[in-house]
């Protein structure tokens, strides 16, 4: 969930600070005023790659910050992999910059970061779907992505087994496709792995020795000034006229006659005793590490030579010694496979053989799943067309075989029928759509309009999350109700409004009805100050709200009867399940102030 939102310097947009709630957070605006400006600060948020374009014209850098609190607990785990602690923290502060000669920096928790990092975890704070991204629920990948949220955490295992199984038959069949392949190509393929192979050999690593090198290099690039700075230690510890050990010993043999009037005398004395020894024994540590300090500038050329062949060999073959050898052992398996004899190529052939069959056995389990799922989701999409003025709609899921062409990299067999082979299964899935009665079942590209795209769009969003299924990340629509109007937008809103419930949705709209069902009301104003054009994201409630409603509904000429009408749907939409005070409506009968920040209430 998205608490806060702060952009700097974005476009049109000088400043800006936007507190968000739970519930349904819907951002209007006049056309050109900039309401897309606040879902691209979010796309930034989420990992979206920024450009120097984004910058408003004069400033040195853009700056967007929001914080969340992130669904789940899988964050914690990718952070704390990448050396970030946040197991006691509730929130997640993440921030994007872009300055004016294009360098960008990411921060989480105010720690410099990666944006691979960023978009790894950034399924945990919120998803975005774009003002025309129904149109990609036409393509057969899009169809099955949304197949697979049905099933949850079982499609979830199932999907990183059946991958799991195709990347251990890709691997088997690309090494056994080396070892059958042209004869030329296996010649040179055997003589690059015996280059290689050869190469690191005669490197003689150790795995680590990197960091020990370096370790010592720099002792003895700073030989001297250990020298001093231990001899100087050692001397104030236990050599000195007093050092700190004589002077501990003089402390203490005057607190010893302290001790038949003191009743404290003997702790002082014992805790004395300690320091005495620790002294003696750090003084000897420095001593003997004096001994050890090396001064060979010799030693130095030879460690610096060992790094640099280290270095090479690890901008080559991998990111440290213990990297380069467990891939000399890969390409040493490799080469002995390439130069093995027919027995070798037997046991190869074999483990493809066992690869594919696993694959197959493991992406037939998903297949039989997905059409359990589709059996499942379809009904639930045909209940929610219905109310969204396609009563009389028919919806189909259909979940064939992706038969294997000529193009197919990998292909297994499937009850007779070769197949086509993919990370994610071996399946082609399909909506099928009918908008009135008596017309066929077609494919969605084939017989959906722009309208009707939309509508199965949020019926789909609606349907997937029903049931509790989604965890409580913040969704972002951006324009989604394009191509719906009249009494169908009402329902637009009303389903926005379940599908916010116990999470957060952010909605930009240009429907008054879905508008008048926001718990959180924000509007984006466009102005011209001292010459420079400027956008601010301000916060509605009570008359103002009612105002922006009745634009929304009149255009530019407002009139009482246009108030009336937007007071009305403010109203509805109070009375709407879960609503509580959270619509702000002018003369609903209670109070339509809040404190700024809070979340809307809810029952």
Not at 131 to 146: F, I, V, Y
Not at 211 to 238: F, G, K, P, V
Request: aromatic content about 2%; proline content about 2%; glycine content about 10%.
């Amino acid at each position: 969930m998205l608490r806060h939102l702060h952009v700097r310097n974005l476009a049109v947009i000088e400043e800006a600070s936007v507190e968000f709630g739970a519930g349904l957070n819907v951002v209007t605006g006049s056309t050109g005023a900039g309401k897309s400006l606040v879902v691209d600060s979010l796309a930034l948020l989420a990992g979206a790659r920024a450009s120097v374009d984004q910058l408003r014209t004069g400033a040195d850098r853009l700056t967007v910050t929001g914080v969340f609190a992130p669904a789940g607990e899988e964050w914690r785990r990718l952070l704390g992999e990448a050396g970030i602690d946040c197991e006691q923290e509730e929130e997640l502060v993440v921030r994007r910059e872009v300055a004016s000669n294009g360098r960008g920096s990411v921060f989480l928790n105010d720690q410099p970061t990666t944006l691979r990092l960023l978009s790894s975890i950034s399924d945990s704070l919120l998803r975005i779907h774009g003002q025309r991204e129904e149109l990609g629920l036409t393509t057969p990948d899009l169809q099955r992505q949304w197949l697979d949220l049905e099933g949850g955490a079982e499609a979830d295992e199932l999907l990183a087994r059946c991958g799991e199984a195709f990347e251990t038959l890709r691997r088997a069949q690309e090494r056994l496709d080396r070892l059958t392949g042209d004869d030329r190509a296996r010649h040179e393929r055997i003589d690059l792995l015996r280059y290689q192979t050869q190469e690191i050999d005669a490197a003689h690593l150790v795995a680590g020795e990197e960091d020990e090198l370096r370790t010592r290099r720099d002792r003895l690039r700073h030989a001297e000034l250990i020298r001093e700075s231990l001899l100087a230690a050692s001397q104030a510890l236990s050599e000195g006229d007093p050092g700190a050990g004589e002077l501990v010993g003089q402390a203490r043999a005057a607190l010893k006659r302290l001790e038949q009037v003191e009743p404290e005398a003997r702790a002082w004395l014992d805790e004395l005793r300690e320091i005495r020894i620790r002294i003696d024994e750090l003084g000897g540590t420095l001593s003997v590490r004096l001994s050890e300090a090396e001064d060979d500038p010799g030693a130095l050329d030879s460690i610096e030579e060992r790094l640099a062949l280290l270095e090479r060999l690890m901008r080559k073959y991998g990111p440290s010694s213990a990297e380069i050898l467990r891939l000399q052992g890969e390409l040493q398996s490799e080469l002995d496979e390439l130069e093995g004899d027919d027995e070798r190529l037997e046991k190869l052939q074999q483990e493809v053989e066992r690869a594919r069959r696993d694959f197959a056995l493991r992406a037939g389990q998903l297949s039989k799943q997905r059409r359990r799922w589709a059996k499942a989701l379809a009904p639930k999409i045909e209940r929610e067309l219905a109310d969204l003025a396609l009563a009389k709609a028919r919806f189909e899921i259909v979940v064939e075989p992706d038969v294997a062409g000529d193009d197919a990299t990998f292909a297994v067999d499937s009850d007779g029928v070769q197949v086509a082979a993919h990370a994610w299964g071996i399946d082609r899935v399909e909506y099928r759509f009918s908008p009135n009665p008596g017309e066929e079942l077609r494919a969605l590209s084939k017989v959906a309009s722009g309208g009707e795209l939309a509508r199965i769009y949020l019926a789909l969003q609606v349907a997937a999350t029903a049931g509790g299924s989604r965890e409580a990340i913040g969704l972002v629509f951006d324009e989604v109700d394009t191509g719906i109007g009249g009494s169908e937008a009402a329902v637009v809103g009303r389903k926005l409004r379940q599908l916010a419930d116990g999470g957060q949705i952010l909605a930009v709209t240009h429907l008054p009805q879905v508008a008048a069902c926001g718990h959180r009301h924000l509007q984006v104003v466009k102005r011209e100050e001292r010459g420079r054009t400027g956008t601010k994201v301000r916060r509605l409630e009570g008359d103002e709200r009612v105002e922006e409603v009745a634009r929304m509904l009149g255009g530019e000429a407002i009139t009482e009867v246009t108030r009336s009408h937007a007071r009305e749907l403010l109203q509805q939409a109070a009375a709407l399940p879960g609503a509580g005070t959270a619509s702000g409506v002018a003369g609903s009968g209670g109070s339509s102030k809040r404190r700024r920040g809070a979340p809307a209430a809810r029952s």
